[in-house]
Structure formats: C-alpha cells, structure tokens
C-alpha cells in the first residue's frame, strides 16, 4: 500500500471497500488533519473529535475524490468546518452550562430569602387570577404534572397548556412587581415549586382521616377536637424548626454575598496589575527588537567599514600610479602621453611573464619581459620595431635589474591617430644591496608601440 498514490487508495476503497486502503490513508494524513483541528479548536479532546469526524466524511465522499491529485488540500476543509462547528456547539454547551451554575447559586444562596418575600402574598396573588390560570399554576407547580398530563386534565393541547402557565407566572411577576418584589418569570417558578408545597406532618392525614370518620357521634366529635388540638401543637414545633431554620439559611447568604463582594474587589484590584504587567511585556518585547535591529546595523557598518578601507587602499594605489604616469616625460611632440586617464590598470606579478604573443599591447610587454628576463636576444630584437631601420639599443630598453623586479602594472590608453598605443609599465618591488639593505623602489616606464602586420612592436622607450 505504501507504493499507491491517494487517488488509487481511494479508488480501491471506493469501489472494494477495502480496509487497509482507507487505514493507509489515515495513517498518511491523521498528523497533518489533527494539527489543524488542534490550531482551530484548542482542546486535544475536541481535536480527536473532529479529526475522527474529517476522515469520516472522507469515507462518505470516497468515490467523489478519486480523480483529486492533492487529498491534503481537501481534509482541511471540512476539517475548517468541522471545527468550526465544534467550536459552536462547546460555546453554546458552556453557556448553557454556566446559566445552570448560576440558577443553582440562586437557589442555593438566596431561596430562603426570596420565597420569605413571596409567601405572605402568594396566596393574594393567586387569589386574583382567574379561574383558569390558577388551574393551570396549581397543576404545574403544587402538584408537578407535565405538560401532557395538563392538557389531558383540562382538556386542551400540550402547547394551550403550557401557554395558560406561562400567563399565568407572568401576571404573577406584575402583581408581585407592583409591590417592590422584582423576580424573574423563570426564576419566580422555581422558587414556587420549590417551596409552595412542602410535606404535612407524618401522621397527621391519617388522624384526619379518623376524625372525619367519627365525627357522627358526640363522643366522636370530642375525640376529634383533642386529635385537631394535638396537631395544632404539632404544627407549633415544626414552624418554630421551620424559622430557625429560615434564619440559618438568611445568615448563609449573607456570608455568601459578603464573600462574593470580597472576592469582586480583588479581581478589580488585580486588573491594573495584569495590565501594566501586559505593557511592560510589550515594551521588553520591543526593547529586544530594537536591540537586534541595532546590533545587524553595527555588523553591516563593521562589513561596510572593512570595505571602504580596502577600496579607499584600491583608489590610493591607483592614483599614485596615475600620478607616475602624468609626471613622466613627453614623446618628441612635447604631447603629454597620459592625457585622457587612466582606461585600464592591471597588475602583473612576475609569474605572469610568458611568451603571449603579441596580438595586444598588453602581451607584447608580457612576452617582451620574459624574453629579457630569459636573455632571449632573437625574441627581444623581433619584438621591437624601428622607423629607420638602424636598431634600437635593447640595453636602454630594460628596467634596470629585472632579477629582483617582482611585478609590473601595466595601463593601456587611448589610440593615437591610429598608430600606436602608449602602454605605461610602473615596474614594483626593485630593490638594491647598496649597503647590504633592502629597500624597495619603483621606477615609471613608457613603452610606445604600434601595430604592424606581424602584431604589435615596440617603438620606443621613456623613463
């Protein structure tokens, strides 16, 4: 499987079904789809859902994605949307989550004290309701029946009975808000069918029962009262645990809401604090930049600096040739031989002096040295050319002692009425042993040639 391409896993689950296929396709994908399922949702477990999810749609859409050359490009789509909606559903479940937490604070924390302001004028409120919407209140919240089981006993349908309800809590919420109590419809049903019914007595139906069926006779009807008056006591003690009780809980909540108020003013103390710790993150942050900014503009001016040095050492070098060369002497013209600059300066060591012909200036001279330096006299006699015939003196010719002379600079110039080329040679490193000491000098040659059928020649020689 590991030889196939996408498009033919594919095709082979598409068409056989075929488990290793699809398996080889997770394994190759399954990194690139979670990670971005993790960058979208930022939860590993959510992450696992929604990568699971992606290479499901990818079974279900098999057949249509065998003719796709990038598979990769496709999984990151609906793993997009995927995540996306992930994302959603977890946003709504937190604050579905969050709005339970807090109905259950409010019932925790502050029943008591709610439904001590209801009770004494539930019943008054329920009183000027009309006939139906009490009906409808008592069977919903007194004695809990559903939605269903109201419409069965009033005779209507589940949607006309849970309309009646929520009328009736609404008038409910206006009379009591009409007297300074403000509650919510929602949370005004809560409190009542958490409170408005709570358990009798143990016993006391059963007595009831009894006195009722007694009752007929005289002394029946005297056992009855004493079994009324026992209950009456009764009642007595269970409303005195019932306050206490009450009391308790309105303590509780007090402490509860002492807390919360304590705990609200250190997160607004805490908030200047984690703001001015973000700006001086910020401003680390951009001191760091700055400074890597600074220390890649010194490199550059230390890089820069390094190179001027050597051009201006470059430029230096050149002038002062220049200058040997404008300082020489002129041809019998009295005309300057340097008179348009410097076209080209070239260095060459000693190394360089072979036999080049002499097709240029520039490998007349090079040929001309190294026969000197060789002591080819045939060789230096046909590179230099006469007007008259009668020779030139190859001894005025040479540089001084060429056994100790390193290098040359040779500078071609422009043409001259189509005749010659001057050719300036600065010759380097000469030195002497007057006093058993080295020291270097340098001297300015001026060769002049022009070219003639068998190459260039030299015509004279300036110092």
């Not at 009770?119 to 409120?125: E, M, N, R, Y």
């Not at 430029?315 to 002129?330: G, P």
């Not at 050719?423 to 002497?432: D, N």
Request: one cysteine or more; charged letters at 25%.
């Amino acid at each position: 499987m590991n030889d196939q391409t996408d498009a033919q896993l594919l095709r082979a689950y598409a068409e056989h079904r075929s488990d290793p296929a699809f398996a080889e396709l997770v394994r190759r994908h399954v990194d690139i789809v979670h990670s971005a399922a993790v960058r979208m949702v930022c939860d590993p477990h959510l992450a696992q859902d929604v990568t699971q999810s992606v290479f499901f749609a990818l079974a279900r859409n098999a057949a249509q994605l065998t003719a796709r050359p990038v598979l990769s490009g496709w999984l990151h789509r609906p793993a997009q949307n995927i995540a996306a909606q992930t994302v959603r559903t977890d946003v709504r479940r937190r604050v579905r989550e969050q709005e339970a937490a807090a109905m259950n604070e409010l019932l925790a924390a502050e029943p008591n004290a709610v439904w001590e302001n209801i009770a004494p004028q539930l019943d008054t409120a329920l009183g000027e309701l009309s006939e139906a919407d009490r009906d409808a209140l008592l069977l919903r919240y007194f004695e809990r029946k559903s939605a269903s089981e109201m419409a069965t006993t009033l005779g209507i349908s589940d949607e006309a009975a849970q309309k009646r309800v929520n009328r009736a809590v609404e008038r409910l919420r206006e009379f009591f808000a009409k007297r300074g109590l403000t509650v919510g419809s929602s949370g005004l049903g809560v409190v009542i069918s958490a409170n408005a019914v709570q358990a009798a007595p143990v016993g006391l139906a059963v007595t009831i029962s009894t006195a009722a069926a007694t009752l007929a006779g005289t002394t029946a009807v005297a056992t009855a009262f004493k079994t009324i008056a026992m209950t009456t006591l009764q009642k007595t003690v269970v409303t005195a645990t019932v306050a206490v009780l009450t009391v308790a809980g309105i303590y509780e909540a007090r402490q509860a809401s002492t807390l919360r108020a304590e705990v609200q003013a250190l997160q607004e103390q805490q908030a200047p604090l984690v703001q001015q710790n973000q700006q001086l993150q910020n401003e680390r942050d951009d001191a760091t930049s700055r400074l890597a900014r600074l220390d890649d503009e010194v490199e550059i001016a230390k890089r820069n600096s390094s190179e001027l040095l050597r051009l201006r050492g470059e430029v230096a070098q050149l002038r002062r040739l220049r200058l040997a060369v404008n300082t020489s002497t002129t041809d019998g013209g009295g005309e300057a031989l340097v008179d348009k600059g410097l076209r080209r300066a070239q260095r060459f060591p000693r190394e360089t002096w072979v036999e080049a012909g002499s097709a240029t200036p520039t490998d007349a001279i090079q040929s001309f040295l190294s026969a000197l330096i060789s002591a080819d006299t045939n060789r230096v006699t046909g590179l230099i050319a006469t007007n008259d015939g009668s020779g030139v003196n190859v001894a005025r010719l040479a540089p001084g002692n060429l056994g100790i002379v390193s290098g040359v600079w040779i500078v071609n110039q422009s043409q001259r009425n189509d005749e010659s080329v001057h050719v300036s040679a600065l010759v380097e490193h000469q030195s002497t042993e007057s006093d058993k000491t080295e020291e270097v000098t340098s001297s300015v040659i001026i060769w002049i040639l022009r070219q003639s059928d068998e190459g260039w020649r030299i015509v004279d020689m300036l110092r």
